[in-house]
């Protein structure tokens, strides 16, 4: 039963709750069908709800996943030119193998102002002249 209305909105109080429904048609967002209900429902059926909850979810996956898998490559060319813990490349080769330098997963400055950047234990060290130094770190850092 009808608590109070609004223009294209009816409250209605169920088990000490109110609702508030609209008397207006919507439309669900993951199907487009209209329907009536809840003023803040989105979509017609448990069934759409689901659907679009599970895109979203797959999405965030997906993203997840892309990221780990550039993290992951970049990883494995840091590791394929510096097979004895130390190398110097320059940055072309690096941009070669499809390495890219938006992608890392923390930093590291020393004491004298250099940045190294690392993919989990691969990490470059810029040079002059578009050259890097390679290291790998074995130990955990805070
Ligand atoms: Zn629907």
Known sequence: ????????????????????????????????????????KKYCSTSCRSAAHNRLNRDAINFVRNINNILGKNRRILADLNPDGKARV???????????????????????????????DYGYLELEGEYYTLVRRQSYVE
């Open 1 to 40: 039963m009808p608590f109070f209305s609004q223009i294209g909105t009816i409250f209605i109080k169920n088990q000490g709750n109110y609702h508030f429904y609209s008397t207006m048609k919507k439309q669900c967002l993951e199907c487009k069908e209209e329907f009536h209900g809840r003023a803040d």
């Open 90 to 120: 320059h940055k072309d080769k690096l941009l070669a193998e499809g390495f890219k330098f938006s992608y890392f997963t923390n930093i590291y400055q020393t004491k004298n102002g250099n940045t190294y950047y690392f993919v989990y």
